[in-house]
């Protein structure tokens, strides 16, 4: 069964920083893309960045370019997102995806919220 468990969301002031961890279990974890979204009250869920496991090729959006960095560990099946320079309009859930076998699976998500 495909998992995936976000952790390490939480209350921050602006400018601050949070590490997300997405732990995944269920696939053989090298072979995939991982990827970050999230979503604010009233708004749609949105892409955040996306890293493949093969290459270590990352993708991100415009609105966290050089303040987010994802990493992947694929020793213990974990893909980290790295938040910096921390906005109020980062304030969202956010969640872990991949797509195996042609189905997406998410994780629960996990609370950012950062205070102005």
């Known amino acids: 069964e495909v998992q995936l468990v976000e952790s390490g969301g939480g209350l921050v002031q602006t400018g601050g920083s949070l590490t997300l961890s997405c732990t995944a279990s269920g696939f053989t974890f090298a072979d995939y893309a991982i990827g970050w979204f999230r979503q604010a009250p009233g708004k749609e869920r949105e892409g955040v960045s996306l890293?493949?496991?093969?290459?270590?090729?990352?993708v991100y959006a415009d609105s966290v370019k050089g303040r987010f960095t994802i990493s992947s560990d694929n020793a213990k099946n974990t893909v980290y997102l790295q938040m910096s320079s921390l906005k109020p309009e980062d304030t969202a859930v956010y969640y872990c995806k991949t797509t195996y076998r042609g189905y997406d699976y998410w994780g629960q998500g996990t609370q950012v919220t950062v205070s102005s």
């Open positions: 890293i493949s496991n093969k290459d270590s090729a990352t």
